[in-house]
């Protein structure tokens, strides 16, 4: 490895700093000699928080400029959450690597150390994602859903100055700031199906940077990337964001990949849900599948409503 110093791109955030500090370990064990020095970068999403995801563009919020540094040679590898990742890249730019993945699931922090099916009727519960609010008002169509936004401690706090019931994190950002003892409840993929990419991290690098490439790929988990780009096809082919309520997971179930997903109505009153299985390196195949099916079965009419803003 000729390279003795690799510049790394962040997100600001605590939690964003921490993904990537691991990720550096990881490399660091591999090449030792190598140094790494992390650039912070403030992107879109970190400083408008005064508005929802979906009224402020959706797609790339958080790897934007991130990925503006990464062409313009200013970095040489960023680190991202791959939920945060939209589905379509440009050419230049390509995830040389997918980590180990963390917990997928949704989290409940609660002020009463209440669970989902114990809080109170019309109990308050803050999240920032469509995804999780109209899968939470399938499941409890009483709950009234505060929009939060911010850092992971940013939203925890609202629970005390909005005198929320609680609210919905992702279990991977509170597990690896090492904050479990504050969550609740796990929510079973049976009530909340997470995010496309949750859980794992990925390094983007430039396309034809070979050197930075073969160094990444180091770290990458074959498995996991399977899964994962599973679950971006089947994004993919429905052209959603986070301005659509669309989950899916993909998971090894001895040699096959199986998947669920969802497609929402904002309100939660429609779901169309799938679960189906495929052999691994046919993942993408799958993911496109269960988007063409999902909407014969009823996707398109909700993706169309939310369109033109019904």
């Known amino acids: 490895m000729k390279k003795n110093k690799i510049i790394v791109g962040s997100r600001a955030s605590e939690l964003a700093l921490t993904q990537t500090r691991w990720v550096i370990q990881c490399l660091k064990e591999k090449f030792p000699h190598i140094d790494f020095e992390i650039v912070e970068i403030k992107t879109i999403g ?16 958080f790897v934007k400029e991130i990925e503006a540094a990464l062409l313009q040679g200013e970095i040489d590898m960023a680190v991202h959450s791959m939920k945060d990742v939209p589905t379509e890249m440009t050419q230049d730019l390509m995830i040389g690597a997918i ?3 963390e917990d ?17 009727l019309g109990a308050r519960i803050g999240t920032s994602s469509l995804r999780r609010a109209a899968q ?20 925890m706090k609202k629970i005390e100055q909005l005198d929320l019931d609680g609210v919905i994190l992702a279990a991977a950002g509170i597990l690896r700031m090492g ?8 929510l079973s993929t049976d009530i909340c199906i997470p995010a496309v ?9 430039r396309s034809g940077d070979q050197e930075t490439m073969e160094l990444v790929r180091t770290i990458n988990d074959p498995e996991v990337a399977f899964c ?5 096809s089947f994004m993919r082919e429905l052209k959603g964001g986070c301005h659509v309520p ?21 309100d939660g009153k429609e779901q169309i849900k799938l679960e189906e299985a495929s052999h691994p390196k046919d993942g993408e195949i799958l993911g496109i599948n269960m988007a063409v099916k999902s909407l014969k079965e009823g996707a398109q009419e909700i993706l169309t409503r939310i369109e033109v803003g019904e």
């Open 246 to 266: 669309i989950g899916a997971y993909a998971w090894m179930e001895g040699d096959n990949l199986r998947m669920k997903t969802v497609v929402s109505a904002p």
């Open 136 to 155: 939470l008002l399938n499941f409890r169509p009483d709950l009234q859903i505060e929009p939060i936004r911010g850092n992971i401690a940013t939203r």
């Open 99 to 101: 980590t180990v993945r």
């Open 197 to 205: 990419g949750q859980g794992a991290l990925g390094i983007q690098v």
């Open 46 to 61: 970190d400083k408008i928080l005064d508005k929802t995801l979906d009224k402020i563009g959706g797609k790339g919020l």
């Open 228 to 232: 994962v780009n599973a679950e971006r």
């Open 104 to 120: 997928i699931r949704d989290v409940l922090i609660s002020k009463n150390g209440l669970k989902i099916a114990e809080l109170p």
């Open 179 to 186: 904050w479990d003892d504050r969550i609740t409840e796990y």
